[in-house]
């Protein structure tokens, strides 16, 4: 088996093509563990896991404590409404804080792109992004590669369109990353206000004008979250106008292929990004994006574990 050697995953641009083929394939392997009657296996026995989010999740943080659950590693969870940021602690302060306890691993969500690499440099236990400003969210991106190899069987030479606020999706950017690493071809589609300049640089990508132009023939839609809490102003006129240009509904999904699948990192602005029949509709695979987001997290949290076996 190719050997992992980053202590950190940050974001899937530090990662080459065979650490991200590495990291599915081990959730690959893991993802029975989460079908048995019995979901505990013992291979992180005695590690200590902290989540740490400063910004709100469902998905994220609960997969992240069940896929260390189900590692038999310890987790604990600290969210900023309970902690002693609430009384001024810096990050830095806290983080060297909850190190003294001696963790394994810190998973950590925060708003401040680039706030894991500063972290990094401070502590001596391995760092999980689990989403950063507008930056990544390695986790994302590596279970939405994981439900796209589900469905086509492979990644190379698919077509992907991605759709929406760009400018704030770290979802848009760690899948722009991973997925141009194993050969996907990525359309981008969104209001020229939620499209970055430079945008080509992040990866072999294609800015489109239309929705339509990125949805045609396409074997992959994701929809992104239009990002309200990220923008400092409103950067559509509103939300009718909005799903009128660039929300997905059962007339434009015929412009991909039959085969096509549907996805969404979610939240899910119902009726905005996307009708509530292409949300539960055959073609959706949203679901089963967060099916597959426990096995990449327990593939993740083992491989900076240095991928060794429980005593
Ligand atoms: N996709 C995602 O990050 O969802 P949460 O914000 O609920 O974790």
């Known amino acids: 088996m190719a050997e992992f050697k980053h202590k950190h995953i940050i974001a899937l641009r530090d990662l080459s093509k065979e650490d991200i083929e590495l990291l599915i394939s081990t959730a690959e392997s893991m993802r029975e563990i989460n079908c048995r009657d019995i979901k505990k296996v013992p291979t992180l026995r005695g590690k200590t896991i902290i989540n740490l989010f400063y910004e ?60 894991h690499y500063f972290l990094a440099n401070k502590i001596n236990c391995s760092i999980i992004n689990a989403g950063d400003g507008a930056h990544e969210h390695p986790s994302q991106g590596l279970l939405d590669m994981l439900t796209m190899k589900d469905r086509f069987g492979r990644l190379d030479g698919l077509k992907v369109a991605i759709v929406g606020d760009v400018t704030h999706s770290r979802v848009a950017r760690s899948n722009i990353q991973g997925l141009t690493k194993l050969g996907s071809k990525v359309f981008l589609a969104g209001p020229p206000t939620m499209m970055p300049p430079g945008v080509e640089k992040l990866g ?105 076996l429980g005593e």
């Open 56 to 115: 709100a999740s469902t998905r994220t943080r609960t997969s992240f404590e069940i896929a260390g659950k189900r590692l038999s590693a310890d987790t604990v969870n600290i969210t900023t409404a309970s902690s002693s940021t609430t009384k001024g602690e810096t990050l830095a302060d806290t983080a060297l804080n909850l190190l003294a306890m001696k963790p394994d691993i810190i998973v950590m969500r925060h708003s401040v792109s680039g706030s």
């Open 204 to 308: 072999d990508v294609t800015v489109c004008r239309t929705m339509n132009e990125a949805l045609q023939d396409a074997d992959v839609v994701m929809m992104l979250r239009i990002q309200q809490e990220r923008q400092g102003k409103t950067l559509m006129p509103n939300a009718r106008e909005y799903s009128r240009y660039f929300g997905l509904n059962p007339s434009n999904i015929k412009l991909a292929k039959p085969g096509a699948i549907i996805m969404h990192p979610g939240p899910i602005n119902r009726g905005v990004e996307m009708s509530s029949s292409m949300v539960d509709g055959d073609q959706s695979w949203i679901l089963k994006q967060v099916e597959n987001g426990v096995a990449v997290r327990m593939s993740m949290l083992y491989h900076v574990c240095g991928g060794e």
